[in-house]
């Protein structure tokens, strides 16, 4: 197997063999790589300054930016049933999508005036707020906001909304009853329904049954920008939470009910937390604030560190 890993410094490509994980080469040396996407031989890794496209498995590169007019990529995604639909959110929050593997985009008008007018906003940048993450279930589609808003796509990502328990309004404290935190880092719909959705939040850890309409919180945490859920049971879930946005006492833990218990089985953490979860085969990997790379077997939860030599990580996929 191997693997593509977006750094502060590259994208780097690994590989494992008999000796565990290793680097093997890195390209786009000197890029700020904030993330990759890959599939059906063409890579796309985007970076603060526009998009870059490989056909040749990370030999050479190309940047193909043309109609991104946002040019600080935040997350790449592509339409897992759908071919060539590949969508970027950028800082300042803002849509796009592609529909020949990258070569062009297409601004969602929509995003940009859903900014403008709630006057989305970033509590580290001056950035008027970022699209960080996306997740896709047939023609239904979610974008996260930070700070903002979720928000819903129900023609495949084509033209977005606010869902119905957001409004959109980017201020901290406790949203009012039904509605999501409007400092939203992630959102990840379940398989087995369009309506059943997650965000984890930097007010909490959100779930709603019917699409974005009600949400409620199902974790006592302050903060929270991660979560893997179990693609046959939507009950198993596993978080990365935290008290406060510096990682105060990150740690990862795990619920076989939906949340109505849950185990700690990693951390804690003083200055740590998890960025970002994702499923590779049966194991589980972490990108960590701090930019460091752990992994777990899904059967037991023993995480370990990995490709140590590695930091300032953002992102990590597949090879196709």
């Known amino acids: 197997m191997k693997l593509l890993i977006a750094t502060q410094t590259g994208l780097v490509m690994a590989q494992k063999n008999s000796n565990g994980w290793q680097t093997n080469r890195q390209g786009l040396a000197g890029q700020e790589v904030t993330s990759v996407?890959?599939?059906?031989?063409?890579?796309?890794?985007?970076?603060?300054?526009?998009?870059?496209?490989?056909?040749?498995?990370?030999?050479?590169?190309?940047?193909?930016?043309?109609?991104?007019?946002?040019?600080?990529?935040?997350?790449?995604?592509?339409?897992?049933?759908?071919?060539?639909?590949?969508?970027?959110?950028?800082?300042?929050?803002?849509?796009?999508?592609?529909?020949?593997?990258?070569?062009?985009?297409?601004?969602c008008n929509e995003v940009s005036d859903l900014r403008r007018e709630h006057k989305w906003w970033l509590p580290y940048s001056p950035g008027a707020g970022c699209v960080r993450g996306f997740s896709f279930h047939g023609q239904r589609a979610y974008a996260a906001v930070e700070v903002g808003a979720a928000?819903?796509?129900?023609?495949?990502?084509?033209?977005?909304?606010?869902?119905?328990?957001?409004?959109?309004?980017?201020?901290?404290?406790?949203?009012?009853?039904?509605?999501?935190?409007?400092?939203?880092?992630?959102?990840?719909?379940?398989?087995?329904?369009?309506?059943?959705?997650?965000?984890?939040?930097?007010?909490?850890?959100?779930?709603?049954?019917?699409?974005?309409?009600?949400?409620?919180?199902?974790?006592?945490?302050?903060?929270?920008?991660?979560?893997?859920?179990d693609a046959d049971d939507p009950n198993h879930l596993i978080l990365g939470?935290?008290?406060?946005?510096?990682?105060?006492?990150?740690?990862?833990?795990?619920?076989?009910?939906?949340?109505?218990?849950?185990?700690e089985v990693a951390g804690r953490w003083s200055n740590n937390m998890v960025e970002r979860f994702q499923q590779i085969g049966h194991n589980l990997w972490a990108v960590m604030a701090n930019g460091n790379l752990l992994v777990t077997p899904l059967a037991d939860l023993e995480w370990q560190p990995v490709l140590t030599d590695l930091t300032g990580v953002y992102d990590i996929a597949v090879m196709p």
Request: aromatic share 10%; net charge negative; hydrophobic share 30%.
């Open 241 to 263: 939470p935290s008290d406060g946005p510096d990682g105060q006492n990150g740690r990862i833990e795990v619920t076989h009910d939906r949340g109505q218990s849950w185990r």
């Open 151 to 229: 928000l819903r796509s129900d023609d495949s990502g084509q033209q977005w909304r606010l869902v119905a328990g957001a409004n959109g309004i980017p201020v901290f404290g406790t949203p009012p009853p039904n509605f999501v935190h409007p400092d939203v880092h992630s959102i990840e719909v379940h398989p087995s329904s369009p309506d059943l959705v997650f965000a984890p939040t930097g007010g909490g850890f959100y779930h709603s049954a019917d699409g974005g309409k009600n949400w409620r919180t199902i974790n006592d945490c302050l903060y929270v920008r991660a979560v893997w859920l």
């Open 37 to 107: 996407i890959a599939r059906e031989g063409v890579i796309l890794a985007g970076t603060r300054d526009g998009i870059f496209r490989s056909e040749d498995r990370g030999a050479t590169w190309q940047e193909t930016s043309q109609g991104l007019t946002e040019r600080y990529v935040r997350w790449l995604a592509y339409h897992p049933e759908i071919s060539d639909l590949e969508f970027a959110g950028t800082e300042p929050a803002a849509i796009f999508i592609s529909q020949n593997g990258g070569d062009s985009w297409r601004e």
